[in-house]
C-alpha cells in the first residue's frame, strides 16, 4: 500500500492487451466509486492516467485544537476492453493511502511519503548524531504532538508531556528529542500549526515579536442634508461612508532555531492551511484556533555562515474579514 502525495502529480497505467481499443480507470475512494475515466487506446500501448488531482478533491484538512489524521483511502483499477467491450488486459486494484503532501522534483516521479525517510513526518537534520533520531522545539511547560507514519502505513500523532524530554516506544521507529525553549522573557510565544509537506498537521513557535494591525476598505458619497425648509444640521455627515471592511494580520518573529529547521520554514510559506492558537481575548484561560493565510511570498534561507543566527519574520493575514460578512 502506498502513500500517495495527493498535492504533486501520481500516474498509474497499463499496457493494453491485443485487439484494445479503449481503456477505463476506475477510482475509489473510501471503498465508493467516485470517477471511471475512459481513454483510447491501440494495442499494446500504455495508456497513463493522473489521479491525485481528483483524490484531493476528497481530502479537506481541517483542525480546531484536535490533531486527528486526514487521510483517504484509493482504489484504482485499469482494464482496457476490445471493440465488442471484452477486457483485454487489467490490472489488480491498486490501493492506496491518500496525503496531503506534495513531492520535489528531485524527489522523482510518484515519490511515496515520506520519501525515503524514516517513519516521521517532519522535515528534521541531515546528518544527526544518531541517524534514530529526530528533533523539536517546544516552550517550557507545555506538551504537544508529533505526526508519523504507524505499522499499517496510517497517520498517526504521538503525544509528548509538558515536562518529557524525549518520545520513545512509537511505531516511527525514531526517537524524537523535545528541546525546550525558555521564552517567558518575551511572552508564551506562538503557536502555529500548518500543513506540512508530508501532509500532516506541525506545530512551529515563533517566540519573539508580534505586531498587530487593522486595515479597512470603504466607500464614500456626498450626502444631501438638506431639509424641506432649506436648513441643515451641522451635527450630520456630508461625506457618509458605507461598505466599510476590515482586515486583521499579524506579524510574528520566529526567534532562534538551528539552521537545518530552515525546511520548517520553507513549509510554512508553501503551506495551503495555516492556524494560530491564542488566548481568547476576552479570558486568558481558554484558546481559540484561527485560520491564517501566508503574506509571505518569498524567503532568503539563512546561514549561520551569512546571518550566525537564524531567525524569520513571517506576516500573516486573518483568513476571515473582522467585521463578520458571513451571510
Known sequence: MARVALRSPNYKSLTAGANSVYA?????????????????????????????????DFL?????????????????????????GGITASTQPINDIGYDAYSTFMDGANAEVPYSRPNILMSRRRNPHSYAQADIYVPVGYA?????VKIDETMEYYSYGATDETIQGTTMGIQVNIHRIDCTKYGDGHKITFV???????????????????????????????????TYS????????????ANTSVTLSSGYYPEWCNAWFEQLLLSEQVWLTRPVYWT?????????????????????????????TFEFDMSFDYINNVR
Open 60 to 84: 479537506n484538512i481541517t483542525f480546531d485544537g484536535t490533531y486527528t489524521a486526514q487521510t483517504l483511502t484509493i482504489e484504482t483499477e485499469i482494464n482496457s476492453y476490445n471493440s465488442a
Open 234 to 245: 451641522v451635527n450630520q455627515h456630508t461625506k457618509q461612508d458605507y461598505n466599510t471592511v
Open 144 to 148: 504537544g504532538v508529533v505526526p508519523g
Open 24 to 56: 477505463i480507470c476506475t477510482i475509489k475512494i473510501g471503498g465508493v466509486l467516485k470517477y471511471t475515466l475512459r481513454k483510447e487506446v491501440a494495442p499494446q500501448e500504455v495508456v497513463l492516467f493522473e489521479i491525485s488531482e481528483l483524490c484531493r
Open 284 to 312: 486568558i484561560n481558554n484558546d481559540e484556533v484561527v485560520p491564517l493565510n501566508v503574506r509571505k511570498s518569498s524567503m532568503v534561507k539563512k546561514t549561520s555562515v551569512n546571518d550566525k543566527l537564524i531567525e524569520y
Open 196 to 230: 506540512n509537506k508530508f501532509g500532516a498537521l506541525q506545530d512551529l513557535w515563533f517566540y519573539l515579536k508580534e505586531v498587530n494591525t487593522t486595515s479597512k476598505k470603504q466607500e464614500q458619497f456626498q450626502r444631501n442634508i438638506i431639509t424641506p425648509t432649506g
